[in-house]
């Protein structure tokens, strides 16, 4: 058994309890929006959150051991670099399938923390379902064919990926707005986090309003999914009957928003935030106090948005020293 140092634990012990900040941009006499800043997790996004509940609920059932079991997942990224971040300091050997689209910089972390990386010729997000799943199909045999030795999380179907946030982002929003959260935006991966804040949110108070954004189709927004040309995951399945309502965010308001949000609030925010952040933007409020997750920051995203024209490199250089609310993250 791999012994942990006092370092990892406390490490560990910062997933969770990210800030809420207000936008300023946004919020008027009445309408205060906010973003969750899921960048401040130790390993920089949301995922920390279900990799680390997933990890912690497969050893509370005996299906994980230290130094012995290899935990393989299929995802877009964030999923990756949390799960070997934390497995890792666990004591865990991680292998991630990834689709070849997915950032340069985001493979490169996921390698420099310690996996082993394969590539699929996947779309950005790999589809569950019928339809091209090279990455969870070749996950999937590669852990079925020596199920002694591979553990798959899956987290599109696993229910502590659900819990992480209903048991901790849902309950952080409400205490954060001092229960007066009247509107809550957020994109779709798996549904964890969806389904899961929104559980929580409508068990104290069934009028707020779930709002779910989604990409467009053939997107690039790293970490969403879109549900024309994907079929639901069984989490989010599950409790899809917490969603009223959906909008769609093309790229180009996606990456223009990034730009926006830059601009006007001095943060340097990841595609699917500027997803977010567009759709707090349409979406017709008359008042109330609003609340939209940023999954993750920019930094993974320089190559994109020089190659999508939001900034130049050198622009993206000048940003990422003047942004305000970036967090100390492990990898860096
Ligand atoms: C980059 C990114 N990853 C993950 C998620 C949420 O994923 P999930 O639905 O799997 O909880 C989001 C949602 O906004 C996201 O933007």
New binding site residues.
């Given amino acids: 058994m791999a012994t942990k140092t006092v370092t990892d634990t406390e490490i560990l012990n910062k997933i969770g309890n990210t800030p809420l900040v207000k936008l300023n941009s946004l919020s008027d006499s009445k309408k205060t929006y906010h973003a969750k800043l899921e960048g401040h997790n130790p390993f920089g ?3 920390d959150r ?1 990799a680390y509940w997933m990890i912690k609920d497969g050893e509370e059932r005996g299906v994980l051991k230290r130094g012995e079991t290899i935990i393989i997942e299929p995802t877009s ?3 990756g670099i949390a799960l070997t971040g934390i497995a890792q300091m666990l004591g865990y050997k991680v292998e991630i399938v990834i689709p070849e689209k997915a950032s340069d910089e985001t493979k490169k972390i996921i390698e420099s923390l310690g996996a082993k990386l394969y590539q699929t010729s996947d779309d950005l997000c790999p589809k569950v379902g019928a339809g091209t799943d090279q990455s969870i199909a070749l996950a999937t045999s590669i852990a079925s064919s020596r199920p002694d030795k591979y553990f798959s999380p899956n ?1 599109y179907a696993n229910e502590a ?1 659900y819990l992480g ?1 209903y048991k901790g982002t849902g309950p952080e929003i409400w205490k954060q707005t001092d229960g007066k959260i009247t509107h809550f935006f ?9 389904t ?1 804040v929104s559980a929580f949110l409508k068990e104290k108070n069934p009028n707020v309003k779930i709002i779910a ?1 989604q990409p467009q189709q053939n997107h690039l ?5 879109n549900f024309e040309e994907s079929a639901k995951p069984d989490l ?1 399945l599950k409790r899809e009957y917490v969603v009223d309502d959906w909008i769609t965010i093309n790229n180009e308001k996606a990456f223009s928003a990034v730009k926006e949000v830059f601009a006007k609030e001095k943060m340097l925010v ?1 595609p ?2 500027g ?2 952040y567009a759709s707090m933007k349409e979406y017709k409020i008359n008042s109330g106090n609003i609340v939209g ?1 940023f ?2 920051d920019g930094r993974k995203f320089k190559s994109l948005y020089a190659q999508q024209k939001v900034f130049t490199e050198s622009e993206f250089d000048a940003a990422l020293k003047k942004a305000e609310h970036m967090s100390q993250i492990v990898y860096m």
């Avoid at 957020?186 to 969806?194: A, K, P, Q």
């Fill in positions: 996004s949301v995922k279900a990224g964030n999923t987290q990926n946030h957020t994109g779709v991966g798996t549904g964890g986090t969806i899961g954004v927004i790293q970490g969403l999914r989010f990841s699917s935030s997803a977010v997750i999954a993750d």
